[in-house]
């Protein structure tokens, strides 16, 4: 079964995925070339090239530095969401309620810090607590009330929304500036922030490749009744995904906060982090229905899409017409994807 | 998904059964959205003594039909195993497009009503082939037909809807045959609502019915024993469309042109067929279930509006009920095994 090679990434002497029939893997297709994120990183390279060979045709620029650090800091919010979405969704759930909980920890810290650098570290604390226990109810929901995930977070979606909408009608509290700089500072070209992406990204990828915890996900993910027959707790399993996944929803709400001195209601909502997350993980080679991917797929995917709109927005392209286009590619990315994996077992 | 695997599992069980068991487990998993249902009318009709008179009570069939027509496609494509996440941008698509084409002159009403269901069932069209054909999920597919679908009509009508609607074209969604006997006047939409739930009930007992729970319960079966799997599924998400278009011409009617009009229905008529029974995933429930658990949640905004809970707080009440009712039927089906 596909439960034994959680290995998502690059595995020098892998022979590639498990779920392939030995004799379907072409000669050349082994090595890094056989993981899943090969071909996410490939489509990358083209979207990328592609773009900047339009861009400069166009007369822009593209390949400059200062344009790449913009685009990796605007991968930086959905990126991190994305990473802890990946979980989940490897787990065969999924979080509909991330971006009502990045409004909701944007708005709990800026209004807790209230300007104060020494309010910082309870603020940031709190904002983890209420992470941690929005994931907490959510595979709570799912695993003790048997409520299907897409709706159990969607009501959660819904209930946070009733209680940012009760609260607050604005953006509200202010960030100190030393929290501020977290967004803004850089180490010579490079954001503080990007570092703070690397850093969720590369938590995750540890935590699913070299820990039980990661393995239990892929079990899961891969069949939730075997795994339980097996001896696995899946149920603390899909609990502890949860909390994972919402901790990086909180994460981002503090990134959000600190890059725009406030919080504010519709921070989440706006950015459509929900299912802007879920389409990145996707996009980034991960199964919908889980057991198969990986979180430097995803990180892949949050790239294609920051490519995308850093070129749209270059050549001034309508932003309606930037919603279609993105709609084309990823549904044409995904039937990629689909007929790369043959017949589902 | 253990859950959805145990009553998939059960479903397949009860449908080799006897009439008489079959009966029995069919209304101990469907039952529990009537009880509410009824519940949730008696709590209005006593906070609201005159809710029960033809005029209110038609009234809120006619605030909840759109979403009636949104749960019945929606249990079309979820129980073929399924998700439709574009409904309501097809919904804000219907009516913005109709506000342009007809501007005010009711002679191109019915043109328009053309044209908007054929938009409807091209959607519907295209998510199911991409969705059987070309393997997306459908998850996926559907996200992106709703980016799509925001994008082309916003392109298409330069950012905001303008133009209007004609009289005629309204009507549908606002007025009804007049003189009815006791009822005064039976509005379209409850008439259209009745027709719409005679016939998905129909047509689930058809052999397309069959066929559909067949596929959504476990398609490598249903296609072994010579269903043609990926066109049920197509007619599947074609009906959805459809239905979403006759709720967007109904809606267009009802609340006027706006571009926010479909936003967030596609959860809310998801939302109503799980909470009528629809196990997401596919193989169960029952259309008539679901269209109940739509009244139930217009019943429920009713509800919500008379206890005087603040707009805000809304939400979260709609969210804990909705949470805990989904819960409810999961516990039942469980005791029911």
Redesign the interface.
């Known amino acids: 079964m596909k439960v034994a090679d959680p290995t998502g990434s690059e595995t020098p002497e892998g022979g590639g995925p498990v779920t392939r029939q030995p004799g379907r893997v072409a000669g050349w297709r082994v090595g890094v070339l056989a993981s899943p994120a090969a071909p996410v990183f490939a489509a990358l390279v083209a979207v990328f090239l592609i773009a900047w060979l339009v861009v400069e045709l166009r007369g822009g620029t593209f390949l400059t530095v200062p344009n790449i650090v913009n685009m990796l800091q605007r991968s930086v919010a959905l990126g991190i969401v994305s990473a802890g979405q990946t979980v989940v969704i490897l787990l065969?759930s999924l979080d509909l309620s991330v971006a009502q909980l990045i409004s909701l920890t944007s708005l709990i810290g800026s209004t807790t810090m209230d300007g104060s650098s020494a309010n910082v570290v309870p603020a940031v604390g709190l904002v983890l607590a209420v992470g941690a226990g929005v994931g907490l109810a959510n595979g709570l929901?799912i695993t003790k009330?048997?409520?299907?995930?897409?709706?159990?977070t969607?009501?959660?979606?819904?209930?946070?929304?009733?209680?940012i909408?009760?609260q607050w009608d604005g953006p509200a509290g202010r960030v100190p500036d030393s929290f501020e700089s977290l967004g803004y500072t850089r180490f010579g070209v490079i954001p503080v922030s990007v570092f703070l992406l690397i850093a969720v990204v590369l938590a995750i990828y540890l935590m699913l490749r070299y820990t039980r915890f990661g393995y239990r996900i892929y079990a899961v993910g891969g069949d939730?009744?075997v795994s339980?027959l097996s001896g696995l707790r899946?149920h603390r399993t899909i609990i502890a995904a949860h909390v994972v996944c919402s901790l990086t929803a909180a994460i981002t709400g503090l990134f959000l906060a600190s890059r725009l001195g406030s919080g504010t209601p519709t921070v989440g909502p706006d950015g459509g982090y929900d299912?802007e997350s879920?389409?990145a993980v996707?996009l980034g080679g991960t199964a919908?229905?889980g057991g198969r991917g990986g979180v430097l797929g995803t990180l892949g995917g949050v790239f294609i899409l920051a490519v995308l709109d850093n070129t749209f927005n270059q050549l001034e392209v309508?932003s309606?017409?930037?919603?279609?286009?993105?709609?084309?590619i990823?549904?044409a990315a995904?039937?990629v994807y689909?007929?790369r994996q043959g017949v589902?077992p | 998904m253990s859950a959805e695997q145990a009553t998939a599992d059960k479903g397949f069980e009860s449908a080799s059964g006897n009439l008489g068991r079959r009966l029995a487990t069919s209304l101990l998993s469907t039952g529990t959205i009537f009880l509410l249902l009824f519940v949730l009318l008696a709590w209005i009709a006593v906070l609201n003594p005159s809710f029960l008179e033809p005029g209110p009570f038609l009234a809120y069939l006619k605030r909840a039909a759109p979403l009636v027509m949104l749960a019945a496609g929606a249990y079309f494509v979820l129980v073929s195993g399924n998700f439709d996440l574009s409904v309501g941008s097809l919904v804000t698509v219907v009516v913005v497009v109709s506000a342009r084409l007809i501007d005010g002159d009711p002679s191109k009403t019915w043109p328009v009503i053309a044209l908007v269901l054929a938009i409807g069932a091209a959607v519907g069209l295209f998510n199911g082939v991409v969705s059987t054909i070309l393997r997306v999920p459908s998850f996926i597919t559907t996200l992106g037909t709703l980016l799509m679908l925001e994008g082309a009509v916003f392109l298409w009508s330069g950012g905001a809807p303008t133009g209007a609607l004609a009289e005629n074209y309204r009507e549908i969604g606002r007025k009804g045959i007049e003189g009815f006997p006791v009822l005064d006047e039976l509005p379209w939409s409850v008439l259209l609502l009745v027709v719409v739930g005679v016939a998905a009930a129909l047509l689930m007992r058809s052999d397309f019915g069959r066929q559909l729970i067949a596929t959504g319960d476990n398609d490598r079966a249903a296609r072994l024993s010579g269903v043609r799997v990926d066109q049920v599924r197509i007619l599947a998400f074609v009906l959805s469309g459809v239905l979403a278009a006759v709720a967007g011409i109904l809606l267009g009617g009802f609340a006027g042109v706006s571009a926010q009009v479909g936003q967030g229905l596609e959860f809310d008529a998801i939302t109503a067929a799980v909470l009528g029974g629809v196990v997401l995933g596919g193989g169960r429930g029952s259309v008539v279930a679901a269209m109940a658990g739509a009244l139930t949640l217009e019943a429920l905004f009713t509800w919500l509006n008379l206890q005087g809970i603040s707009g805000a707080l809304e939400d979260t009440v709609q969210g804990v009920i909705i949470i805990a009712a989904v819960a409810f039927a999961a516990y039942r089906l469980r005791g029911a095994r």
């Open positions: 065969g929901i009330l048997r409520v299907n995930a897409f709706i159990a969607l009501g959660m979606a819904l209930i946070l929304k009733g209680l909408d009760n939730e009744d339980k899946t299912l879920i389409a996707v919908l229905m309508n309606f017409l930037k919603d279609v286009v993105r709609g084309v990823i549904i995904v039937a689909a007929r589902r």
